[in-house]
């Protein structure tokens, strides 16, 4: 077992908050941090903390030679 750097408990709606020290430790923002829970081999539950993609983020990514008519495709 790791070592347990803080504890939590459940709340209405099972809720959890991240504790502070996790927060700090990793600069977790609110806005912007997606935390994904998965299961391992070992059947232990892992939270994996990610950034939050927005569509800033992904604008430019395809490349694309032709022009879209958004209107044209819809209504056709």
Same mark, same amino acid.
């Given at each position: 077992?790791?070592? +347990?750097?803080?504890? &939590? !408990?459940?709340? /209405?709606?099972?809720? %959890?908050?991240?504790?502070? =020290?996790?927060?700090? /430790?990793? $600069?977790?923002?609110? @806005? @912007? &941090?997606?935390?994904?829970?998965?299961?391992? /081999?070992?059947?232990?539950?892992?939270?994996i903390?990610? /950034?939050?993609?927005? &569509? !800033?983020? +992904?604008?430019? +990514? %395809?490349?694309?030679? $032709? !022009?879209? @008519?958004?209107?044209? =495709?819809?209504y =056709?």
């Amino acid at each position: 077992m790791e070592n +347990i750097v803080a504890s &939590t !408990k459940l709340y /209405k709606n099972f809720q %959890v908050a991240i504790p502070k =020290e996790i927060r700090k /430790k990793y $600069d977790f923002d609110i @806005n @912007n &941090t997606m935390i994904d829970w998965s299961i391992n /081999k070992d059947n232990e539950i892992v939270l994996i903390p990610r /950034k939050k993609i927005t &569509t !800033k983020d +992904i604008l430019g +990514i %395809v490349k694309d030679k $032709d !022009k879209w @008519n958004i209107d044209k =495709e819809v209504y =056709e």
